[in-house]
């Protein structure tokens, strides 16, 4: 993929030259990894609209709910290009979600979407009890939350 070589050189630094070496490449490393989340899902969403892919393929492939695909979808739709968005990349993909959350009222996540998520991963011989939740989880969650306590 002709992609770029990261190393840390470390090589004759004093241990404050270390700690800033450090520093800087992980902020640099996080930040890329963010931006390209980003362009990962603009792109899927995109391939799904222009080569009309089935939504359950992607689901399956993806490992990704429902309401994350229709998000990666919208955001496909809305901005022909990430560029063209309004985020850069010093966001990250909770950035995108809670633009549409907040934008669109038609998006909805529903306690079913949850309950499917659990039930993929149980399927998946994993400990439901020891789940880690991601920020799509979590931001799903507390959309339910919301909704149910009006």
């Known amino acids: 993929m002709g992609e770029k070589e990261f190393k840390l050189e470390l090589d ?5 030259d270390i ?3 450090l520093k800087g490449f ?3 490393r996080m930040t890329a990894s963010r ?6 899902y603009h792109e899927i969403g995109k391939a799904i609209i222009q080569e009309k892919i089935d939504i359950d393929t992607v689901m399956e492939v993806t490992h990704r709910n429902k309401s994350d695909v229709d998000i990666w979808i919208a955001f496909a739709k809305e901005f022909k290009t990430v560029e063209e968005s309004p985020f850069t990349k010093d966001n990250s993909w909770r950035d995108v979600i809670k633009y549409y959350v907040k934008a669109n009222e038609k998006t909805s996540f529903r306690i ?3 309950k499917k998520i659990l039930n993929d991963r149980a399927k998946k011989n994993l ?3 020891n789940i880690k939740a ?3 989880d979590l931001i799903i969650v507390t959309i ?3 909704k149910g306590n009006k």
């Open 112 to 114: 079913g979407d949850l």
């Open 127 to 129: 400990d439901v009890g």
């Open 134 to 136: 991601s920020d799509e």
């Open 144 to 146: 339910i939350n919301k």
């Open 19 to 21: 700690r800033e070496e």
């Open 12 to 16: 004759d630094l004093t241990p404050e």
């Open 26 to 28: 992980y902020v640099e």
């Open 35 to 40: 931006w390209i989340k980003i362009e990962a």
